[in-house]
């Protein structure tokens, strides 16, 4: 496998000792272009002696990666293949000229030698760095070159002082030669026992674990936007108790082509949701949140692969989320397990689909300055064959969004969706707001029409202002009813904080709340969200967020006490 670097290496006095015997004869050559060029050559001894070194980070960087690298020998092949056809003469390389400082060395080298090559579009690029793979293919090339000569015992070219001093340096470097060889067959047998227990050619594995301590205080929502009791009656008093509470996610990411991703991610958790007859109200629950009792079970199965240079697309088999998938959320917060601690802190929660089907979206690269961006989300029953089931005949939400980057660090996101919900599923809001703005009109079919607008500025290295609003037109299915919801927030961002990895955030949004309804179910009052969080990195691996958000006007309405959300979220991701 690693032959060819073999070779170079024990060569490489001959490949350096026949450019020096070249430079000598060069009788033009300067006594300051000489000195320089020896330079040069012993940098070329000391990187073609790190040669292996390079080698076995390489193969350690492919032994701990999902996708396929290439191996020295390969590469080492494509640098040779990519390169022109022997030059016979100096003036075939159209970058040289006779007043270069090197021209009598290059011009000897390709006469006495004849191994000298060239790039496709005939230049030489001597002035640029020169890469260790390009020297050991130009090595190699040398030395076979040599090796025909002494074997044709072409005395007038191969004269008997440069073998005398080639024999020289090869017993100069002896000593470096043998510890180098010793170094690549290591090397061998360490490459064959990690090819041989690797779990998989193409597959990586990841994951996150959360523990959180939680806890809400203030009494809980008792009354719906427009006065009306919640039912059933929800008890007044602060109903939690601290808990503590875990979410684990085992990621298997495989790739194909090195560029396509097959994600199977099993997911158990048993964080239970701060709402119903705990706190009366969506706008208490926390980003992570979610209870199957830590039964494993496939939480995500999607495919994502390019089409050409500048689409790609991505195929969701269930669970599916716009955010999630290939729709751009232009927020800092968007991590459950890493960003914001409540549900609507993440991003615009209008981004949402509010179904979890089988679904479809893409990501088209119109140039450096925008991308388009488009997606289909079915209902739960899309792999269900019944009428009004399946992937077009039940629930869904589709979405169309245009990403704006005028200049350096401004993203702006500007979006259309547009869903359908049957009687039994309605939730337009993905249960962030209120429980009118959830069902503007009660368990009935509705569709909605939403427009928004992300938007995400990082100014200097450590401050992102960002912010989205929306706003909806919801629409009840059996008459004309109408109701606009709508929802919007402004947040900062300080990224590093203190230390490299570390994230504050200060976000005040108005969570999700009708604003107006043909029928009696409207919220009286502007719900607030406050939120304050820091997430501060322990290590590489572990994080640690204390986070905290408070809730005025729940349900949107005044009568109900402020309530308050605590968190210490520590996230584990390996």
Sequence with gaps: MFGTVRNALWLT??????????????????????????????????????????????????STSSMPRPSVSNLLASVEASALNQVTSVSQLTDVRPTDWAFQALQSLVERYGCIVGYPDRTYRGNRALSRYEFAAGLNACLDRISELIAASTADLVKKEDLLTLQRLQEEFAAELAGLRGRVDQ???????????????????????????????????????????????????????????????????TSFTGK???????????????????????????????????????????????????????????????????????????????????????????????????????????????????????????????????????????????????????????????????????????????????????????????????????????????????????????NSDQAQILNAAVFLGFPDLLKKGNLGGLLVGIPPYVVDNDVNREDEDTPIHVEAFYRFRVTNNITVTPGFFAIINPEGNSDNATQFVGTIRTTFSF
């Design 13 to 62: 006095p001959v490949f350096l000792g026949a450019t020096a015997i070249s430079a000598v004869a060069s009788a033009e050559t300067s006594r300051e272009a000489l000195a320089e060029q020896e330079t040069i050559q012993a940098n070329q001894a000391k990187s073609a002696s790190v040669l292996v070194a390079d080698a076995s980070v390489l193969k350690n960087d492919a």
């Design 260 to 478: 396509d991703r097959l994600r199977t991610r099993l997911q158990a958790a048993n964080i239970t949701t701060f709402s119903g007859n705990l706190t009366g109200t969506n706008m208490t629950r926390l980003s992570f949140d979610g209870s199957d009792n830590n039964a494993v079970a496939i939480d995500e199965l999607y495919y994502r692969f390019p089409v050409g240079d500048n689409l790609r697309v991505q195929i969701d088999a269930t669970n599916t989320e716009f955010y999630d998938a290939l729709i751009s959320s232009n927020s800092p917060f968007e991590s459950s397990g890493t960003g914001a601690v409540s549900r609507f802190g993440r991003f615009n929660p209008f981004l949402r689909s509010g179904n979890s089907g089988a679904g479809l979206t893409f990501d088209l690269k119109l140039g450096d300055w925008a991308n388009l961006q488009a997606g289909y989300i079915a209902d739960t029953s899309s792999n269900v064959p019944l009428p009004k089931n399946g992937l077009f005949n039940g629930s869904y939400s589709a979405i169309g969004q245009l990403v704006l980057r005028p200049f350096k660090d401004f993203s702006l996101g500007l979006f259309y969706n547009h869903s359908y919900y049957s009687g039994a599923d309605v939730n337009i809001t993905a249960s962030t707001g209120s429980e009118f703005a959830r069902r503007p009109f009660g368990a009935v079919a509705t569709s909605n029409d939403t427009v928004g607008a992300n938007l995400q500025w990082k100014i200097g290295k450590g401050f992102i202002f960002g912010g989205w609003f929306g706003y909806m037109w919801a629409n009840r299915r059996s």
């Design 187 to 253: 090397l061998e047998v360490r490459t064959a026992t990690l090819e041989k227990q690797q779990f998989s050619t193409t597959t990586k594995l990841s994951g996150e674990v959360i523990f959180a301590v939680a806890d809400t205080w203030g009494d809980a929502a008792t009354r719906r936007g427009n006065g009306t009791i919640i039912t059933p009656r929800v008890n007044e008093a602060d109903n939690t108790q601290a808990i503590l509470a875990n979410r684990v996610r085992l990621n298997f990411d």
